[in-house]
Nanobody, 124 residues
Framework: VQLQASGGGLVQAGGSLRLSCAAS????????MGWFRQTPGKEREFVAA????????YYTDSVKGRFTISRDNAKNMVYLQMNSLKPEDTAVYYC??????????????????WGQGTKVTVSS
């Protein structure tokens, strides 16, 4: 599975961005897709995840009520709508694919394929 993330950019605090992740290849093997973020010197942090079938979604506490993850199976796309952005949301955002139903949806090690990352900068 190949992943291509896009949609990052520079936005003022309180603004919005929508990240997109296009999946190609053996998408039939996808169980879950997730978004993670990383800042220099820190570990990759879970942001949100969604199952490829069904309607299960997961969010880290700091983005609940502000971010929404969604998918379009027909287009093999996953989106992350980010509203009310804060400077602390600044990071490189990565999309990822997990092929198994691991309960550790927040663990980067539970994901098998990663996109190249898209940078989000939120100015104060």
């Amino acid at each position: 599975v190949q992943l291509q993330a896009s949609g990052g950019g520079l936005v003022q605090a309180g603004g919005s961005l929508r990240l997109s992740c296009a999946a190609s290849g053996r998408t039939s093997s996808v169980y879950r897709m997730g978004w993670f973020r990383q800042t220099p010197g820190k570990e990759r942090e879970f942001v949100a995840a969604i199952t490829w079938i069904g309607i299960s979604t997961y969010y880290t506490d700091s983005v609940k009520g502000r971010f929404t993850i969604s998918r379009d199976n027909a287009k093999n796309m996953v989106y992350l709508q980010m509203n009310s952005l804060k400077p602390e949301d600044t990071a490189v955002y990565y999309c990822a694919v997990g092929r198994t139903g691991s309960v550790r949806y927040y663990d980067p090690n539970a994901y098998d394929y990663w996109g190249q990352g898209t940078k989000v900068t939120v100015s104060s």
